[in-house]
């Protein structure tokens, strides 16, 4: 079994910083990609940022310059520093990992429960 654990998210004022972290733990062979998606109210889900094995990363053009991902493949961690927070970057943040799980070797996708990110105006 595979367990992606969020944290980090919380109320700030908007032009502050906050920091995701997640951690994913369990029966993985390897991890491919890893990245962060968004969800506000009454919207879909969306990709925020992604990052490969080897630190190739992509974003959404909303977060281009104001947020960086960033991974620790030896401890199965990704971050996502956000600076220039907007009240429109208000959701919940996902974490994915893109992975090999070791019981059946399938690659599939795998989420996190989500954290809160609410900025104020």
């Known amino acids: 079994q595979v367990q992606l654990v969020e944290s980090g998210g919380d109320l700030v004022q908007s032009g502050g910083s906050l920091r995701l972290s997640c951690a994913a733990s369990?029966?993985?062979?390897?991890?491919?990609?890893m990245g962060w998606y968004r969800q506000a109210t009454g919207k879909q889900r969306e990709l925020v940022a992604t990052i490969t094995s080897a630190a190739s990363t992509n974003y959404a053009d909303s977060v281009k310059g104001r947020f960086t991902i960033s991974r620790d493949n030896a401890k199965n961690t990704v971050w996502l520093q956000m600076n220039s927070l907007k009240p429109e970057d208000t959701a919940v943040y996902y974490c994915n990992a893109y992975l090999t799980d070791y019981r059946d070797y399938y690659r599939r996708d795998y989420w996190g429960q989500g954290t809160q990110v609410t900025v104020s105006s």
């Open positions: 369990g029966s993985i062979f390897r991890i491919y990609t």
